[in-house]
C-alpha cells in the first residue's frame, strides 16, 4: 500500500528534485555566464567600432586638410607652381570680339585651334600670375624715402622665387623699369645709384616675366599725391581703350586714334596750374614674340599710324603714356638696358673681353633684354669696354632712358594681351588694373 511504506516512496523523489535543482542552476549560470560574456563581447565590439570610427574621422580630416589649397605666404615665397598643383593657372579677363568676328566665339573649328595652343596659354597665364602676385607685393611695401635700387632688387628676387628662375626656361623677361616724373621708360637703377623716392614722384613700374620665352609685359604707375590722380587715370582708361579696341583684323592705326581721343580729353591740376594730358606720340605699344619683347608690329597711341592688322594667334603690349610735358620723348641720362639683337648674325670680335661677354649673355639673357645690375650679380666686372664693343659691332642695341621736357610728369599703364581664334585674353589683368 502505498501508505504503508513511505521510504521507499519519499526518498528518491526528494533525491531527484535535489539533481533538477542543482541542474536548473548549472544551467542558469551557464546563461548568466553566455549574457555577460555576450555584453562584454558587444562592449568591445562597440568600443572597437568607436575606435575605428574615429581613426577614420581622423584620416578623413586628414583628407580634408590635405584638399585645401595651399595659400601665398606675405612676403610671398611659395613658387606659383605650388599653389596650382593641376597644372593648370587661370585664365586672364575674356573679351569677346565683335562685328565681323562675333562667328569666331560659337565656332567649333577655332576651338579646336585653341586645343592645340593650350600648352602655350598656359605657360603665358603662369607668367602673368607671377605678375600679379609681385606687384601685389610690391604695391604693398613701396612708400616715399625707399632707395630706388632696394626697390627693383625686392621685386626682382620675388619674382624669382614665384616663378622658380631656371636659366633661360623661366624667370625675368627684361630688367625693371622703375622711370621717374619727366623719364617715361627705360630706367633702371645702376649698380651704386642712391636715387631716393620721394612723395611728389610720379614712378612707373614696367617689369616682365617669362616662361619659356613667352613674355608677360604689363607696367603701372605708383603715385602717393593724389594731385596726379587725374594723369594716371587718364592713362589708365586709355590703355583699357586700347584693349577694347584690339581684335583680330583690326588696323593699328584705328586704336591709336581711339587711345588719343580718350587720353587727350583729361586735364590734371599741379600745384595750382591746369595742364592739358598728352599722348606721347613717339611711343608705341607692340607685338611680342618667343623670346623677342619687340616682335615687329607697334601699336601706336595717336592718330595717324600704319594701317597694318592684327592678326589670329598674335600676342600684344597694349601700353600707353600721358604726359603734361611736350608729349614727345628722346634719349637721355645713363644708359642701364640692353639687348642682343633678335636678327645678330655672326660678327667676328677683335677683342677676347667682348668674345667673353657675349658668351655670357648669350648663356644667361640671350635675346632677352638686361641691365647692367644683372651683369654685376652674375659677377661680371670691368665690362663697360667689351659692352661697348658689342654695340658698337650691333650684337648688342643700347636702350637709354627716353624723357620729355624736364618737370613735367609722365603715367604709363600697360596689359599684355593674346587674340586667340575665339575670343580676346587679357592675359595680365588683375584685381588691382
Known amino acids: 500500500m502505498a501508505s504503508g511504506n513511505p521510504e521507499v516512496v519519499v526518498a528518491p523523489v526528494v533525491e531527484n528534485e535535489g539533481k533538477e535543482e542543482q541542474s536548473l542552476e548549472s544551467e542558469l549560470s551557464k546563461k548568466l555566464e553566455i549574457t555577460e560574456n555576450a555584453k562584454e563581447e558587444n562592449e568591445e565590439e562597440e568600443e572597437g567600432s568607436k575606435a575605428e570610427t574615429s581613426t577614420t574621422t581622423k584620416k578623413k580630416k586628414k583628407k580634408n586638410k590635405s584638399k585645401k589649397k595651399p595659400q601665398q605666404t606675405d612676403p610671398p615665397t611659395i613658387p606659383v607652381v605650388k599653389l596650382f598643383p593641376s597644372g593648370d593657372f587661370p585664365e586672364g579677363e575674356i573679351q569677346q570680339y565683335k562685328d ?6 560659337t565656332s567649333e573649328e577655332k576651338r579646336d585651334l585653341e586645343r592645340l595652343q593650350k600648352p602655350i ?17 610690391v604695391r604693398s611695401i613701396v612708400k616715399p624715402g625707399m632707395l630706388m635700387t632696394d626697390i627693383c632688387e625686392t621685386l626682382e628676387d620675388t619674382v624669382r622665387k614665384l616663378i622658380s628662375e631656371n636659366g633661360l626656361k623661366a624667370g625675368i623677361a ?26 611728389d614722384d610720379v614712378m612707373k613700374l614696367d617689369f616682365g616675366t617669362h616662361i619659356d620665352g ?31 579696341e584690339a581684335g583680330i583684323d583690326v588696323r593699328l592705326c584705328d586704336i591709336g586714334a581711339a587711345i588719343q581721343e580718350v587720353m587727350e580729353s583729361y586735364e590734371v591740376e599741379i600745384n595750382g596750374k591746369v595742364f592739358p ?4 606720340r613717339n611711343l608705341n605699344g607692340h607685338s611680342i614674340g618667343p623670346y623677342q619683347i619687340h616682335a615687329g608690329k607697334s601699336v601706336p597711341i595717336v592718330k595717324g599710324g600704319e594701317q597694318t592688322k592684327m592678326e589670329e594667334g598674335e600676342f600684344y603690349a597694349i601700353e600707353t603714356f600721358g604726359s603734361t610735358g611736350k608729349g614727345f620723348v628722346r634719349e637721355d641720362l645713363e644708359c642701364s638696358h640692353y639687348m642682343k639683337n633678335f636678327d645678330a648674325g655672326h660678327v667676328p670680335l677683335r677683342l677676347p673681353r667682348a668674345k667673353q661677354l657675349l658668351a655670357t649673355i648669350n648663356n ?10 644683372y651683369l654685376d650679380r652674375i659677377g661680371e666686372t670691368k665690362y663697360l669696354m667689351a659692352l661697348k ?30 587674340l586667340r581664334p575665339t575670343c580676346k585674353e587679357v592675359v595680365s589683368k588683375g584685381d588691382d588694373y
Not at 367 to 373: Q, Y
Request: charged share 15%; hydrophobic share 35%; glycine share 4%.
Open 174 to 199: 627684361f630688367p625693371t623699369g622703375c622711370s621717374l616724373n619727366w623719364v617715361a621708360a627705360h630706367w633702371t637703377p645702376n649698380s651704386g645709384d642712391k636715387t631716393v623716392l620721394q612723395y
Open 277 to 280: 594730358v598728352k599722348s606721347i
Open 364 to 373: 644667361n639673357f640671350s635675346t632677352l633684354a638686361f641691365c647692367r645690375r
Open 100 to 105: 565681323d568676328n562675333l562667328w569666331r566665339t
Open 214 to 244: 613667352h613674355i608677360v609685359d604689363c607696367a603701372f604707375t605708383v603715385a602717393f599725391n593724389p594731385m596726379y590722380d587725374p594723369l594716371l587715370a587718364a592713362s589708365r582708361e586709355a590703355t583699357y581703350t586700347g584693349i577694347k
Open 389 to 418: 664693343n658689342l654695340c658698337d659691332a650691333g650684337i648688342v642695341q643700347p636702350y637709354p632712358p627716353l624723357c620729355d621736357v624736364k618737370g613735367s610728369y609722365v603715367s604709363q599703364f600697360e596689359h599684355t594681351i593674346l
Open 121 to 137: 596659354y598656359n605657360s603665358v597665364r603662369q607668367a602673368a600670375e607671377v605678375h600679379r602676385q609681385v606687384r601685389k607685393y
